[in-house]
C-alpha cells in the first residue's frame, strides 16, 4: 500500500510545476518549496491554501486508490 505521503507527492504536481522533491518533506519545507514553484494559475493563492488544496486532492486520490487496490478495477464501473 501507498503511504499518504506518496499521495501529497502526487498531487503537487497539478499545482506546482515541479512535483514535491522528497516524500519526507516537513510541512515548513513543503511552504518554502511551493512558494518557488507555484504554477502560474495559482500564484495568487496564499501558501496554507494551495497546501490544503494538495492535501485535498491527496486524500481523494488515496481513496480512489484504495478502492481500486481493496475492491478492484470493477468497482469504479457500478
Do not use: R, W
Amino acid at each position: 500500500m501507498k503511504t499518504f505521503e506518496y499521495f501529497v507527492v502526487q498531487a503537487s504536481g497539478e499545482f506546482l510545476t515541479e512535483h514535491f522533491p522528497s516524500e519526507d518533506m516537513s510541512e515548513d519545507e513543503m511552504l518554502e518549496y511551493l512558494i518557488g514553484t507555484v504554477c502560474e494559475d495559482y500564484e495568487y493563492n496564499l501558501p496554507d491554501d494551495l497546501l490544503q488544496k494538495i492535501y485535498n486532492l491527496a486524500y481523494t486520490l488515496e481513496d480512489l486508490y484504495n478502492i481500486g487496490y481493496n475492491e478492484g478495477v470493477g468497482s469504479f464501473n457500478k
